[in-house]
């Protein structure tokens, strides 16, 4: 059968046109994805993020008919939107009913940071004004500083992925800061993973991308290195390690 080596099951918000699409071009021999939707409705408000939480169960409970050997919370702005806490809660809860492990975008983003040392970030994000601040909040809380925040201000959350790379390009050299560490891209609906590697080289500090941190989680997790250049730093990082029990909980 397809997905012998390890199966990924992704949960993504039912407007996201690009997380899929990613994951799939990076995904190397013998791996699959599994996509459950996650029902939200179009603009970003703070009734949408929460609702994403019973959501975000419901469509964990759909993919684990594929059989999973991870299941992928693949939503920044919902997973960070109540707090650290929250988000670590929640992902046991979707590892409850999964019986594998669970990974949150915004738990990929904190841990990539923390693991590369970076104590103060520079962000780029399509969201307005009360998502950035608790996106800054989360990011504190994790003992990580934001230095600059670059924004385009976008309520609808299917028109973030109208934003060009080369648009996105141009917010982070807009945005980046001499005195910080690292930049980092937000959403899973922003078409940044194409350009970090460009980025890398051109800023000379780590860039990274909501989804680039959830696909190194998950490789990470599966312990499967997928051999990827040109996608930057944090995936070229993934090397030769000692494969963990991906094998399903039983009753």
């Not at 991870?70 to 809660?89: K, M």
């Amino acid at each position: 059968m397809h997905g012998w080596r390890a199966r990924i099951g992704l949960l993504v918000p039912a407007v996201n046109n690009t997380m899929e699409r990613e994951l799939w071009s990076l995904v190397p021999e013998g791996v699959t994805v599994s996509t459950a939707r996650i029902a939200c409705e179009r603009e970003g408000t703070a009734d949408t993020m929460r609702e994403m939480e019973h959501e975000g169960k419901a469509a964990c409970e759909r993919v684990i008919m594929a059989e999973p050997h991870v299941v992928l919370f693949g939503c920044t702005s919902a997973s960070f939107y109540q707090g650290a806490a929250w988000n670590a809660g929640f992902q046991k809860e979707l590892s409850d009913i999964a019986g594998v492990p669970a990974i949150s975008t915004t738990g990929a983003m904190a841990e990539c940071l923390q693991r590369n040392n970076v104590r103060k970030v520079d962000v780029v994000t399509p969201y307005v004004e009360t998502t950035n601040e608790r996106l800054r909040r989360y990011l504190e809380s994790e003992g990580i500083e934001v230095a600059n925040l670059g924004t385009f201000d976008m309520l609808d959350m299917f028109d973030h992925a109208r934003i060009q790379p080369s648009d996105v390009y141009q917010k982070v050299k807009e945005t980046v800061s001499a005195e910080s560490d690292a930049v980092f891209i937000a959403c899973t609906q922003v078409r940044g993973l194409e350009i970090v590697d460009l980025l890398e080289r051109d800023l000379g500090k780590p860039v990274f991308s909501a989804n680039q941190a959830s696909f190194w989680k998950a490789f990470d997790t599966l312990g499967i290195d997928p051999q990827l250049d040109g996608y930057g730093g944090l995936l070229r990082s993934l090397g030769t390690q000692t494969v963990p029990d991906i094998s399903r909980k039983t009753a």
